[in-house]
């Protein structure tokens, strides 16, 4: 049975692409030093991928 | 409360005594007794091979039914079961034998069977197509814990180009065969979920006749490596810790030992990695989910992936894993393809060490590392 509605992963997926450029500069930023990654290494630039996806996931 | 009546709990085999004080004891029946210095005080341990518990047999149950229900999906995501399956059913092409009787362990959908029935192409034959492997297989028996993944594809065509029986076991670790029942054991993609591979392989080596192969590919090692690096920094930063997703899985080191130790001979072990590039890291993990391949570590994180963490993980799975102008992200898949044999009479055997008369660089050539 083929269910038209979408699933919230797909909807999840569609958000976060809207956003490359902030996961772009999260990505460097943890990959930058991965040897030695703590809580929070990264939490300034997390912060703004994670209000952009807020964002942009109200618009899908 | 006396104090006979406190301790009946603890000491099993009470001592009626014939006291008026203790009025419960005298209607009761006369119990063989024990006297307490035979309680067994010591640590004890339950006798065979400690068990060893990696993955949670019942949740792999549940996923497998699961992820069949939605035909549509666990078909379209059979991408790389099928690959396999026909890759590993190549291998039967070298051996010039018939198989009356063939096992088929952790069959899932019962893609070698598919695969068996597919012509292969030949250019020497008119048509431009061989007989397919299944013509040299009288019955194939596939086993699998899940009876929704096992039936899937029972009204499909290729049901009928090869006698199948699919039976479900409750538990694929115990294989209930007598010895020397089948003349070849395949398995594709699915022992890799076992919790003590050396047990299975030995009761393989049990049911196979005597010089009969046992032809099985795994996912190895370095699978996925990808997403365990990725998911591990997520969750680092993301939580400050880390928590398994990723199956531990064996590296081709050590099957050659596993196999050995099962007592197979002649062993052929040989890898290949296949990379499949994917949208983004969520359909790597749907498609995962509908191949019924989700965790199923006994001591994971129950529930699902933060959506934190799944955000983290995709920024820095394409940060890291990602290639310059490329579509989609890399996902590793490295198959261990393993061959060995029953030890059976006549069975060709290696010489000796040292025996050998001829240099092999005098017929293949190559040079010396001087010589460069």
Not at chain 2, 43 to 50: I, L, S
Request: proline share 7%.
């Amino acid at each position: 049975m083929p269910s038209t509605r979408t699933r919230p992963i797909e909807r999840f997926a569609k958000a976060t692409a809207k956003c490359s450029a902030e996961a772009a500069a999260y990505g460097k930023c943890v990959v930058a030093d991965y040897n030695a990654v703590h809580k929070d290494m990264c939490a300034k630039e997390f912060m703004r991928l994670k209000d952009c996806f807020l964002a942009a996931s109200k618009k899908v | 409360m006396s104090l006979p009546r406190l301790l009946r709990p603890l000491v099993r085999s009470h001592i009626p005594t014939p006291t008026a004080s203790s009025p419960t004891t005298a209607h009761l029946p006369s119990v063989p007794t024990r006297s307490c210095i035979a309680r067994r005080t010591y640590a004890m341990q339950t006798p065979g091979n400690p068990v060893m518990e990696i993955f949670n047999r019942r949740v792999k149950h549940l996923q497998k039914d699961r992820a069949a229900q939605n035909v549509e999906e666990s078909r379209k995501t059979d991408y790389i079961k099928d690959e396999v399956a026909r890759r590993l059913c190549e291998r039967l092409l070298d051996i010039k034998r018939d198989f009356p009787q063939v096992l088929d362990l952790g069959a899932n959908s019962c893609n070698i069977a598919r695969a068996l029935t597919t012509p292969l192409p030949d250019e020497g034959s008119p048509t431009g197509q061989a007989e397919p492997l299944a013509s040299r297989i009288s019955h194939l028996t596939c086993i699998d814990t899940s009876s929704a993944l096992l039936n899937r594809d029972i009204d499909q065509p290729f049901n009928r180009a090869l006698p199948i029986t699919r039976q479900v076991v409750p538990d694929l670790e115990t294989l209930p065969y007598a010895e020397n029942s089948f003349d070849a054991v395949l398995s594709s993609l699915s022992i890799h979920w076992i919790n003590d591979l050396p047990s299975l392989l030995a009761q393989v080596n049990h049911i196979l006749k005597p010089d009969a192969p046992f032809i099985a590919a795994m996912f190895g090692g370095d699978t996925l490596f990808e997403l365990r690096t990725s998911l591990q920094l997520a969750d680092l930063e993301r939580r400050g810790g880390v928590s398994p997703h990723v199956s531990p899985l064996a590296d081709v080191r050590d099957v050659g030992g596993l196999l050995n130790k099962a007592g197979f001979k002649m062993l052929t072990i040989d890898v290949e990695d296949i990379v499949v590039e994917f949208p983004d890291t969520f359909s790597l993990m749907a498609d995962l989910q509908a191949m019924g391949e989700s965790n199923a570590i006994l001591h994971r994180e129950m529930g699902p992936l933060g959506r934190e963490v799944l955000l983290a993980n995709e920024a820095i799975y394409r940060e890291l894993h990602m290639e310059e102008g490329a579509r989609g992200i890399p996902a590793t898949f490295r198959l261990i393809y393993m061959i060995g044999w029953k030890e059976g009479a006549g069975q060709a055997q290696p010489l000796e060490r040292g025996s050998g008369q001829l240099n092999l660089k005098d017929i293949l050539g190559g040079g010396s590392f001087e010589q460069k």
